[in-house]
């Protein structure tokens, strides 16, 4: 756990981010038409199990039937979507659901793996992850928008900012793309932790050595 000070620095961080990224989503009437469809689809999807749709999702729609399904749990849970860029959205085909424990879920390594595969198969393939943050008294005092930890940023640089995935954005082809969903709003996070960055910056400085080894 963090100390009082760490957690009002990655509080005050992660607002300061979020004022640079996009707003959350706003739903509409269509999405609600895929939301018993994509909850059907998590319950299948428990045990490592990818579940398939019949017929892909819009974003949105499986965005919202993620909210649907997470919005009142007392546990994290990770969503991964897999489906293929398409104009303005994503055709989302199928999904991995993992339910992690009230503070932390992991990406276990079958999901890692086919998240990779399924991103590298294609140029205009997406992969779509969401993440929920459940209610505690801390969030219902600030009853604020959606605000990622430093982990669930460490987590995006790692998965979605690195050379290859940024040349991929720059060239309009599939994404990587991470949402954020707290207090009953999602919002997508597309920022990497500057504090973290620092951080590293200054070990490299300070064991310039010991950094020449890691790499």
Not at 132 to 158: F, G, I, K, V, Y
Request: with cysteine; net charge positive; aromatic share 8%.
């Amino acid at each position: 756990m963090c100390s009082l000070k760490n957690c009002a620095i990655e509080i005050a961080e992660s607002v300061l981010l979020s004022a640079f990224e996009p707003n959350p989503i706003h739903f509409n009437a269509r999405n609600e038409n895929d939301v018993r469809r994509v909850r059907a689809a998590l319950l299948r999807a428990g045990d490592g199990r990818m579940a398939r749709f019949g017929r892909p999702v819009n974003r949105n729609g499986f965005l919202l039937g993620c909210l649907d399904y997470t919005e009142f749990c007392s546990e994290e849970h990770l969503i991964v979507g897999y489906g293929f860029r398409h104009g303005l959205t994503t055709k989302i085909q199928s999904v991995h659901h993992i339910t992690g424990g009230a503070h932390f879920v992991m990406i276990p390594p079958v999901v890692a793996h086919a998240l990779l595969n399924h991103y590298r198969h294609r140029e205009t393939n997406e992969i779509i992850l969401f993440h929920n943050h459940p209610q505690t008294l801390l969030n219902w005092l600030l009853d604020c928008l959606p605000l990622p930890s430093q982990a669930d940023r460490l987590t995006l640089e790692s998965r979605a900012l690195q050379p290859a995935q940024l040349l991929r954005r720059f060239l309009n082809q599939g994404r990587v793309m991470f949402f954020l969903q707290q207090n009953g709003f999602v919002k997508e996070f597309t920022l990497p932790s500057v504090l973290a960055v620092v951080e590293r910056i200054q070990a490299k400085k300070t064991h310039p050595i010991l950094s020449k080894h890691q790499q």
